[in-house]
């Protein structure tokens, strides 16, 4: 890379939202990086802020809040900020809107924009504390952040995640257009077969879209075999295109979410993995985790690694390559096979949604929440690609091979699989004859 270039990817970005934002960065041939960090105390929270930005090129910022507020318990959040005790995020609905704009002050802005990250199944009052502190991008939806999290009725979540879009919108002003990013493409985190997580991303970013919103993104977590990942995330790019017409949509790849790698070796190998695969892809951003994920809550220093990392890693593999997303695979078969059943059933996506979860046609595996069926079960073959052992009443095809279907002690090793294989090649090192390692 010449030192004009290598100059040109340092820059910041500057734009009016934060879509905006990731659709110059992209445009420019960077990947933008984005942490998961959130802390209790608003001084901290503002020092991790400040040191992700100084992270410099294209970085956006991330409040993710804490288990009481994410469950609606504000009392306890309460209890905990007045005695002290310590928080596993920031606190938005408990702290006051000019304590979090003081922790955005002189931070948040058109060249680094902050998104609100939370795992709530009825997020009103956070998106209310959110707007109130003069921020309108946040991520979730009202599948993926019921499903796996929690014991709320699906249908009591969609009444939620409409007011919610309802609350987005109209935050909408000129020059400054609400965010909603899907994290559709995280079930459970591990285990959900690609075709799923693609299906679930985009009919959520469908209802987004049918409730008001403009700009959103629909998302994909890294798996266990790098081919089946570049499958659906293409898949992923050729759907959306063909769904999300008129929309303002990106990309984002969410970094390994199941047991992270115990070495350091083993966690710097598949936080790379994760970048190379984003710019092998053509996604737009990249949610990195560290390598502390598998001990504790990551410090700033651990995040501004991590960020560093991803952001070199990018580099490294220059501009971005021609994304063919027409091609053919399993996997857009089968997630365009159910995002059409599921859009037939009712002309109102999410309702169309939540019948799809009554029925067994969206139906994800080792999710035990009441409106899940629970028929469907999933394994990880001998190159680590997710299959089907049991399909449940999705329309898909499976192998029909219930022999397949894990013990106790196979699921287990398969929750296990990536941190053993990563934490195993990081020990052997690379090959002598320089060749890249194995994936993990």
Not at 265 to 271: K, N, V
Request: glycine share 10%; proline share 6%.
């Amino acid at each position: 890379m010449s030192a004009g270039a290598a100059e040109q990817q340092r820059a910041p970005v500057v734009a009016s939202s934060f879509g905006d934002y990731v659709r110059q960065a992209r445009a420019s041939g960077r990947l933008v990086v984005q942490p998961r960090m959130g802390f209790g105390d608003p001084e901290m929270m503002r020092a991790g802020l400040l040191a992700t930005k100084q992270v410099g090129g294209a970085t956006v910022g991330t409040l993710t809040l804490d288990s009481y507020t994410r469950v609606g318990d504000h009392d306890a959040a309460l209890r905990a900020l007045a005695d002290g005790a310590p928080l596993n995020g920031y606190p938005i609905v408990s702290h006051s809107a000019a304590t979090t704009r003081a922790v955005l002050h002189g931070i948040h802005g058109p060249d680094f924009p902050v998104q609100v990250r939370h795992g709530a199944a009825r997020p009103e009052r956070i998106i209310e504390a959110a707007i109130a502190a003069g921020l309108s991008a946040t991520e979730g939806g009202p599948a993926s952040y019921c499903l796996p999290y929690g014991r709320v009725p699906l249908r009591d979540a969609l009444v939620s995640w409409r007011r919610a879009c309802e609350l987005l919108v109209a935050a909408s002003r000129a020059g400054v257009q609400p965010h909603l990013e899907s994290f559709g493409g995280c079930m459970m985190g591990q285990l959900c077969p690609p075709g799923l997580l693609v299906a679930i991303t985009v009919l959520e970013a469908l209802f987004f879209v049918q409730e008001g919103l403009h700009s959103v993104s629909v998302s994909y977590t890294q798996q266990a075999n790098p081919a089946q990942d570049e499958e659906a995330i293409l898949a992923l790019h050729r759907i959306a295109s063909e769904l999300l017409v008129g929309a303002d949509w990106h990309i984002v790849l969410y970094t390994y979410m199941g047991a992270y790698p115990r070495t350091p070796g083993g966690a710097r190998l598949l936080g790379r993995r994760a970048a190379e695969l984003a710019m092998r892809t053509g996604v737009a951003r990249l949610l990195v985790k560290t390598q502390a994920e598998a001990f504790r809550i990551p410090t700033v220093a651990d995040n501004v690694a991590a960020l560093t990392d991803a952001a070199a890693v990018a580099r490294r593999a220059g501009p971005p390559v021609a994304v063919d997303s027409g091609r053919d695979s399993a996997v857009h078969t089968e997630a365009r096979l159910l995002i059409d059943t599921v859009l037939d059933l009712d002309a109102d996506v999410g309702r169309a949604i939540v019948t799809a979860f009554e029925r067994g046609i969206l139906d994800v595996p080792f999710c035990i929440h009441p409106d899940n069926a629970g028929l469907s079960r999933s394994y990880i073959e001998s190159d680590g690609r997710l299959a089907w052992s049991d399909g449940g009443r999705m329309p898909i095809v499976t192998r029909g091979d219930r022999s397949r279907r894990l013990s106790s002690d196979g699921l287990l090793r398969a929750l296990t699989h990536i941190q053993r294989e990563c934490d195993r090649l990081a020990a052997i090192g690379p090959p002598s004859d320089g060749a890249e390692p194995l994936p993990c």
